[in-house]
């Protein structure tokens, strides 16, 4: 069983940065691929970044250059940097751990929104 806890959401403007985190207990973090994902109004969940035990990366196309992802495995923790926020970043990002079995989990949520 993972638990995950994110942080960091909040009120931005555009061209602004941002740092989430996501705090995890439970078992295998080290193991686990991590990500963050984000929901717009409207829209569906989509793929923000991962990152994998190996620390090899992947990114969204619409993040690619901007955010940056990054894990500690002491302590058990995974951030994402977003720098140059645009309005169309406004969403709730979730933090996901995904194990090596293919369970998921998932955190509650930290929204942010970008202002123009």
């Known amino acids: 069983q993972v638990q995950l806890v994110e942080s960091g959401g909040g009120l931005v403007q555009a061209g602004g940065s941002l740092r989430l985190s996501c705090a995890a207990s439970?078992?295998?973090?080290?193991?686990?691929?991590m990500g963050w994902f984000r929901q717009a109004p409207g829209k569906q969940r989509e793929l923000v970044a991962t990152?994998?035990?190996?620390?090899?990366?992947t990114y969204g196309d619409s993040v690619r250059g901007r955010f940056t992802i990054f894990r500690d495995n002491l302590m058990r923790t995974v951030s994402l940097q977003m720098s140059s926020l645009k309005p169309e970043d406004t969403a709730v990002y979730y933090c996901?751990?995904?194990?090596?079995?293919?369970?998921?989990?998932w955190g509650k949520g930290t929204l942010v929104t970008v202002s123009s």
């Open positions: 996901n751990a995904l194990t090596p079995a293919g369970m998921a989990y």
């Open positions: 439970g078992s295998g973090f080290n193991t686990n691929r």
């Open positions: 990152i994998t035990s190996g620390f090899g990366k």
